[in-house]
């Protein structure tokens, strides 16, 4: 879990020095390990008081009358989240690939996202090319790295505008595009939103972005964003129409 400058000298160290790459190797793994016990622990826990919190409700409906106990609920249901977003973030790497038909795919979270726009005067479009191919990767990651980007566009647009979700491919690539209509990202805001733990919208956990990213690398491919203040932002997932545990 390196930041982004830190993160291209960790790789740098791997290339030039194989002990180095070792010893990070192994650091690495330590860290996901330590990271997937803490959230274990963690979510056991919050888990619980959850499912006190509901049984307090169902037997006294009256306490949810009280003001500090919506807050205790908020903030309970808050740090699962986060909790669970952490765990995501840290298995995000771990792919169980098969075939996946992405048209199909983007198909079905375009759908899951159109009741979003209700009652709303929000558009969410789907556009594809005719000859996308069936590729091997993990299908459940990808379903939650699309789902992220578009909400997330969805969320961008304050009152009124337009989702525009497209798929693509050229000779070597596949290309899924998300653009927006909305508020825009500063640019000194830009460099960091895939950064764990940075987060610039009200009650965000910094990790939806983050975990898209590890998605996506660990597919072989990369997102790129481009974003104007007061014109909208465009993430682009570009995915390889073969993963490298193929050749």
């Known amino acids: 879990m390196w930041p982004d400058d830190l993160s291209l000298r960790v790789q740098e160290l791997k290339q030039e020095n194989p002990k180095a790459a070792d010893i990070i190797s192994e650091m690495e793994e330590n860290q996901t390990m330590f990271l997937s016990h803490i959230s274990h622990e963690l979510r056991n826990v919050l888990t619980l008081m959850n499912s006190s919190l509901q049984f307090l409700e169902t037997s006294h409906p009256e ?49 899951a996202c159109l009741p979003l726009t209700e009652n709303t005067e929000k558009i969410l479009t789907f556009r594809c090319q005719s000859d996308i191919p069936t590729i091997y990767a993990d299908k459940t990651k990808l379903y939650e790295a699309f789902l992220n980007l578009i909400k997330n566009a969805l969320e961008a647009i304050d009152e009124k505008g337009t989702v525009n979700v497209t798929l693509t491919t050229d000779e070597k690539t596949i290309r ?20 764990p733990f940075v987060t610039y919208k009200p009650g965000g956990t910094g990790l939806g972005l983050p975990v898209v990213r590890r998605i996506i690398d660990a597919h072989g491919g990369h997102i790129t964003v481009y974003s104007a203040v007061g014109k909208g932002t465009t993430m682009t997932i570009t995915l390889p129409k073969t993963l490298p545990a193929e050749n």
Do not use: A, P
């Open 63 to 111: 306490i949810m009358m009280y003001k500090y106990w919506r807050e205790v609920k908020k903030d309970c249901n808050y740090m699962l989240s986060f909790v669970n977003r952490m765990n995501d973030y840290n298995n995000s790497i771990r792919l169980d690939c098969e075939r996946v038909d992405l048209y199909k795919l983007l198909r079905d979270t375009y759908q």
């Open 176 to 195: 899924i595009s998300v653009e927006d209509d909305g508020c825009g990202i500063e640019t000194e805001k830009l460099v960091h939103i895939f950064e």
